[in-house]
């Protein structure tokens, strides 16, 4: 009896145990849920944006240092004793306005005496002429002879001469003496003046008595590497950018990186290359109304360089970079799977690269859902409105 019912457990025990493993065998390769197998994920959707080619303003920022417009430095025409300043410092003056007084009193003597020389000779002139008028009557009658009358003559001719002589001596010596009232040569700001009342100046010194400097426009010298001036003249020459008609844009940036407001115009770029940096000095010329520039400032411009007509942009948060520092991007390839690109990116525009290489047009670039895929992996691309360029 109890031989039976061990026998009849033991084979209701084994019965129990291969259902079990049935149940599992049947559940083998099948996900939670009725899912497909594993290793045969769906696509997962993402994002995309199909690429076109546009037309992209190129800029360059460069360091720029600005320079004044005008630069005067006001020397003296003449010596003596400063008797009088007739500026303030720092004050804007116009050209010709009164900037010192030197003590005009010998100056006004020498022109006085000039002016007496001058009276002088035209009398002995006007007496020489009187002679020459009354030989001339008695040489016709034989009374004086040819020789007579020809010294007169010359004696008339020596008198005017004379006269010229000291007219030009008047002259200078009206000059000297306007030269003792100095005058702004330029409108513009005047700086600190070098001498005071009663100081001693001779002409010709080495020191300037003061500068004025005109600061509306203002200049802004600029710093380009040679490499850079080469590859845009490459390019232009190659159509692949367009020039900007009328000298390049030119925006300036403070220290602070507040924008200045007005912009400016590129003028000229020197035609040597400093061997000490290899680089080129551009000069843009900025208006400058209110005075916010003032000479020997630093700033940072942004330089137009011309318009690339087909450029492929490609917003930043489609790229990445691999270990290598490499930039990449994912786009949607043959059958709909994730393809890894490498790219050659030549700056950011705004808020995206511009690519000229590894991407073109027509490309379908994924930029949402990237951290649910890897390359290779199945995708279902959902096309996305490109945000406009900044």
Known sequence: MSTQFLNRAGFQTCVVIFGILLLSLSGCGKRPGGGPPAGERPPQEVGVITLKSE?????????????????????????????????VEGAEVKKGDPLYQIDPATYQAAYDSAKASVEKAQAASHVAELLLERRKKLVGSKVISQQDYDDSFAVLRQAQAEIAVRQAALEEARINLEFTKVLSPISGIIGRSSVTEGALV????????????????????ITQSSGQL????????????????????????????????????????????????????????????????????????????????????????????????????????????????ILVTDRTIGDKWLVTGGLQPGDRLIVEGLQKIAPGAPVRPVEMTPAPSN
Do not use: H, W
Not at 295 to 311: H, K, L, N
């Open 202 to 221: 001779t002409t010709g010194q080495t020191m300037p008595l003061a500068t004025v400097q005109q600061l509306d426009p203002i200049y802004v010298d």
């Open 55 to 87: 037309a992209a303003e190129l800029t360059m920022e460069l360091p720029g240092r600005t320079a004044a417009f005008r630069v005067a430095e006001v020397r003296p025409q003449v010596g003596g004793i400063i008797r009088e300043r007739l500026f």
């Open 230 to 341: 080469l590859r845009l003249q490459r390019e232009v020459a190659a159509g692949q950018i367009q020039g900007v008609e009328g000298g390049a844009r030119t925006q300036l940036v403070f220290e602070d990186g507040r924008l200045y407001s007005e912009l400016g115009t590129l003028q000229f770029s020197e035609v040597s290359v400093d061997p000490t940096t290899d680089s080129v000095t551009l000069r843009a010329v900025f208006p400058n109304p209110r005075r916010e520039l003032l000479p020997g400032m630093f700033v940072r411009t942004v330089v137009s360089e011309g318009t690339m007509m087909d450029a492929t942009l490609v917003p930043q948060k489609g790229v990445a970079r691999n270990p290598r520092g490499e930039p990449t991007a994912l786009v949607v390839g043959e059958g709909d799977k994730a393809e890894l690109r």
